[in-house]
């Protein structure tokens, strides 16, 4: 049987407490706060796809290169992280199987492409914090995109659409929605659909393997990051 784990949500520092900044995850308009040993098993998921043997090999690396021992075994921390929702898990009888199991309920937010956004950053890791441009450079050149990765953003740019739904609008060929009304009509006008049941209906559809495949990809690239709602 294959696994795999994932981050879900984004990283936001917000205020201090004690002289120490505090890191939160935020998962739609909710805030969790993690205790170390959590922070950082979110942290190795986070923009990547894992195993549970390459887990296992990140977080004990971690743990020799922050000094950071816990008296709780790292699986009963990484339970208590799925439970609350913020790492997501997929098994299957194949590595594909899996993957789809990972990312077919887990919703797709772009991270912004907003060039004012992007040359602001750039400027502020470069100039002010010191970061080499040869390292900088990589982070903000333009992603390359294959055309299936393409659409899934334009269909993500639209309307918060999670892996499901997506292969659903490959399939019906749709690239854009007049209203939220129109997209609704486009996933679930079959009587049988639901949000509960589109991930089983559609993962044997031609069109699931490349979308989960952009979906990884651009996870992979940093170019997206999953969300529950």
């Known amino acids: 049987m294959n696994k795999f784990y994932t981050a879900v949500g984004r990283l936001q520092v917000k205020g201090r407490l004690q002289g120490t900044r505090c890191p939160q995850v935020v998962i739609g308009h909710q805030e969790y706060i993690l205790d170390i040993q959590e922070m950082l098993l979110w942290s190795i998921l986070n923009w990547r796809i894992l195993e549970p043997d390459e887990l296992q090999t990140h977080y004990e690396a971690k743990e020799r290169e922050t000094g950071f021992l816990s008296h709780r075994p790292m699986e009963e921390c990484l339970n208590r992280l799925i439970q609350r929702g913020l790492v997501a898990d997929g098994t299957g009888e194949t590595a ?134």
């Open 96 to 229: 594909a199987d899996a993957l789809y199991d990972l990312l077919s309920e887990l919703y797709i937010v772009p991270i912004s492409e907003s060039p004012l956004l992007r040359i602001v950053s750039f400027i502020k890791l470069t100039v002010f914090q010191r970061v080499p441009f040869s390292v900088t450079k990589k982070f903000f050149g333009r992603d390359k995109r294959s055309e299936d990765e393409k659409k899934v953003m334009r269909l993500a740019n639209q309307m918060i659409l999670s892996t499901a739904e997506i292969v659903k609008c490959f399939q019906q060929k749709t690239e854009s929605f007049v209203s939220e009304e129109h997209m609704m009509d486009i996933l679930y006008r079959d009587e049988y659909a639901t949000s509960d049941n589109l991930a089983f209906m559609v993962r044997y559809f031609p069109e699931c393997r490349p979308v989960v495949l952009s979906v990884a990809n651009l996870y992979l690239r940093k170019q997206i990051i999953f969300e529950r709602i």
